[in-house]
Every structure is written in structure tokens, then in C-alpha cells.
């Protein structure tokens, strides 16, 4: 059974960081991507980092360059997100999640329960 397990969200102000940290388990093989999207409320969901189970090339969203870091261990079963300088439009419910790296994105197809990050102004 496909397993995550995140940590690490909450309320924080403007400028400040958090960590996420993600436990994956019960994958098989790995040419997976593993990264991290997150939804806000009433918009589309949207992703952050992932990396490509392909190269492991880490590709990042507009929104995420020069503020978050994604990195993991070597069997990539952890998964952080370094989220540095946050603003307030960063909030969201952020969600771990495995799936493929297609082109310049990747595609979904299983995540966690995630977790709340409010930033205040």
C-alpha cells in the first residue's frame, strides 16, 4: 500500500520559511517522480517542485524559483520542501505526491492528506 506521511506546515509571517518533509513508502521501482503540488482555496491546483524519476532533474515552478528548495534521500522515501522568503499567496494546503515527469511538468496520480501552510501578511 502506498503510504505518505507530511509534517511540517503551520502559520508563519510574511518572510519567514518552513520546512515540509514527506515519508513515501510502499512504491515499487524508481522511475518515479516524487515532488510537491499544493491547492489553495478556489483555485486550481498547483505545482511546486518534483523530481524527475527519469534524471533526476528537479523542476520548479515560476512561483517556487530562488524562494524553495525540494531535495531527498537516495532512495528518495523522504522528500523535503525548503520554503524560504513566503508571502502571503503561498497559502495553501501543500500535498506530497509520486507520479511521472512528462516534458516540463509532472503528472500526479498519488498524494498524501497534506498539509495546511498559512502565511499571514
Known amino acids: 500500500e502506498v503510504q505518505f506521511v507530511e509534517s511540517g506546515g503551520g502559520l508563519v509571517q510574511a518572510g519567514g520559511s518552513l520546512r515540509l518533509s514527506c515519508v513515501a513508502s510502499?512504491?515499487?521501482?524508481?522511475?518515479?517522480?516524487i515532488g510537491w503540488f499544493r491547492q489553495a482555496p478556489g483555485k486550481k491546483r498547483e505545482g511546486v517542485l518534483c523530481?524527475?524519476?527519469?534524471?533526476?532533474?528537479?523542476i520548479t515552478s515560476d512561483s517556487a524559483k530562488g524562494r524553495f528548495t525540494i531535495s531527498s534521500d537516495n532512495a528518495k522515501s523522504t522528500v523535503y520542501l525548503q520554503m524560504n522568503s513566503l508571502k502571503p499567496e503561498d497559502t495553501a494546503v501543500y500535498y506530497c505526491?509520486?507520479?511521472?515527469?512528462?516534458?516540463?511538468?509532472?503528472?500526479?496520480?498519488?498524494w498524501g492528506q497534506g498539509t495546511q501552510v498559512t502565511v499571514s501578511s
Open positions: 523530481i524527475s524519476g527519469r534524471d533526476g532533474r528537479i
Open positions: 510502499g512504491f515499487t521501482g524508481d522511475d518515479y517522480a
Open positions: 505526491a509520486t507520479g511521472v515527469h512528462v516534458s516540463d511538468y509532472c503528472a500526479y496520480d498519488r
